[in-house]
């Protein structure tokens, strides 16, 4: 499983937490069931957004990412998250991508401009098949990216994207095709090739990243190894609201984790976040969230001060874990676990209370 990860410019947000919590789950829920399961999520720790805050903010580009990614781990690791086994920094990754990108040039998917190296779309005939959007909206949604200022007019096709970057400021690294940087989706394919393959189980993130980066994983991937299909099962988490915006560092409108942690327990702003399915998006609700400070104090009233069993085969165990099997319909798992375990006798508790604790970390 590879998740695409956190660019570390800002703190931790709420809409950060549930996406990588939906994770944390899926994580869990396969390792209860019996399933090895081997998870990467990336740091892009080189990004257009991380250089432009640390032009605004007057400090270094690197310490500003090491700072803000020593954060988010303090802040999912108060929040019980289920580390991932790998999680690869773009910077480490270079000489993967530039090996990978020499692939694609060889191959006739890549072609240079002036120092930088840019993959053909049409050389791919299922690319869009993953966004569905047509022309238009992909030209659309590109113009909003933090980093189409860079790309060069003379590529072959607008649509098609950077794998290198020739650029005038900023940091740069040696490649065959001249100093720059890798472009940001090349990062990804180049991580999920060297730690865990040509073809992966589950690759996700949040919804925004469908296109372009998912959509562009995909082709150059694809056209580097031959192999359909990169990834079998895409998991993308809707965003996160607040005011009927994205909660989103370039909207300014976020609500921090660590500001929430400290007015109620990691185990009931777990059960906040996974209180709506992850495909729906979620506004962010002042009032759901003292609900959910009650809610997780009677369940642990209920549950807690007990053992920890096996997980169990009764009704009640059977009912909860359905949800969780069911494309991950944590919601339903939570509000069946509330109901159930009032009545359940002692086993059936015990067989609970770890998968209130083990699987779903509310308890």
Known sequence: MYVCGV??????HLGHARTFLVFDVLARALEAGGTRVRYAQNVTDVDESI????????????????????????????LGWRRPDVMPHATREIPTMRLLIERLIRRGDAYAVDGSVYFDIGRDRHYGELSGLSRPAMLRTLARQDDARLDDPRRRDPLDFALWRHVKDGPTWPSPFGRGR?????????MVLH???????????????????HENEIAQSESATGK??????????APMRLGGKKMSKSEGNMVFVRDALARMTPQALRLYLL????????DHDEARLARAVERAGRLAATLGGGRFGPVGRDPATRAVLAAVDDDLHTERAIRTLERVAPRADDRARSSLRTVARRILGVL
Not at 182 to 190: K, L, N, V
Request: aromatic share 14%; with cysteine.
């Open 195 to 213: 730690h865990l393959g040509e073809t992966i189980d589950v690759h996700g993130g949040g919804s925004d990243l469908v296109y372009p980066h």
């Open 275 to 282: 209180d709506v399915h992850y495909r729906r998006p979620f």
């Open 51 to 78: 250089l432009q805050r640390a032009a605004r903010d007057g400090v270094d580009w690197r310490e500003l990412g090491r700072r803000e990614e020593r954060w988010f781990l303090e802040d999912m690791r108060r």
């Open 228 to 237: 359909r299909p990169f990834a079998r099962f895409w998991v993308h988490v």
């Open 7 to 12: 660019t570390p410019y800002d703190t931790t």
């Open 182 to 190: 890798p472009g940001w989706h090349i990062e990804c394919s180049a």
